[in-house]
T-cell receptor, first 112, second 108 residues
Framework: DGGITQSPKYLFRKEGQNVTLSCEQNLNHDAMYWYRQDPGQGLRLIYY???????QKGDIAEGYSVSREKKESFPLTVTSAQKNPTAFYLC???????????FGQGTRLTVV | GQNIDQPTEMTATEGAIVQINCTYQTSGFNGLFWYQQHAGEAPTFLSYNVLDGLEEKGRFSSFLSRSKGYSYLLLKELQMKDSASYLCAVGSNYQLIWGAGTKLIIKP
């Protein structure tokens, strides 16, 4: 079955450590996105990528990094420079920027 | 700035009809999306409007007025499983701008 997979669902890290969130899709989508969702707020775009080896910063890219070495994969690294990393992170993909987006199950990151 | 407004929370009765409004002010417009999100889960796509008018899809319909910067999602014959948050998102320039979502509570 085609879909988009994020792992793990829950992640705990100590303050000051970098952590990488996985996102894989087998939908053959060109566009992939990382969002952050906090209680009472809309989804906020961290990074997006329209093609392999290219990605663009979203509204809240500071403290995060991504790579797009393969069409299927778009991992997100939350670095120690991110001041408030505890949040629900959602990865999504779509055929192009204005098509229906398919979301992964999300990763809830807690930094202690 | 770019802004999307939705009511924070709404309550409705099982079997009834509910309308969730969304108003937007964005620098560009490439279409408006509605997504459903159950608590702790990922959003799932409901509808997409790019032209003015009503799009009907089963129990759900979505309306758009570009001149007024306004959309609504209409849910008919409400079921308990419709209890969720409903997110409005507008395509503007090269990204989607998301509203904070409307939490819909369905009572028996």
């Amino acid at each position: 079955d085609g879909g988009i997979t994020q792992s793990p669902k829950y992640l705990f890290r100590k303050e000051g450590q970098n952590v990488t969130l996985s996102c894989e899709q087998n939908l053959n989508h060109d566009a992939m996105y990382w969002y952050r969702q906090d209680p009472g707020q809309g989804l906020r775009l961290i990074y997006y990528s329209q093609i392999v080896n290219d990605f663009q910063k979203g509204d809240i890219a500071e403290g995060y990094s991504v790579s797009r070495e393969k069409k299927e994969s778009f991992p997100l690294t939350v670095t120690s420079a991110q001041k408030n990393p505890t949040a629900f992170y959602l990865c999504a993909s779509s055929i192009d920027l204005w098509a229906e987006a398919f979301f992964g199950q999300g990763t809830r990151l807690t930094v202690v | 700035g770019q802004n999307i407004d939705q009511p924070t929370e709404m309550t409705a009765t099982e079997g009834a009809i509910v309308q969730i409004n969304c108003t937007y002010q964005t620098s560009g417009f490439n279409g408006l999306f509605w997504y459903q999100q159950h608590a702790g889960e990922a959003p799932t796509f409901l509808s997409y409007n790019v032209l003015d008018g009503l799009e009907e899809k089963g129990r759900f319909s979505s309306f758009l007025s570009r001149s007024k910067g306004y959309s609504y999602l209409l849910l008919k014959e409400l079921q308990m499983k419709d209890s969720a948050s409903y997110l409005c998102a507008v395509g503007s320039n090269y990204q989607l701008i998301w509203g904070a979502g409307t939490k819909l509570i369905i009572k028996p």
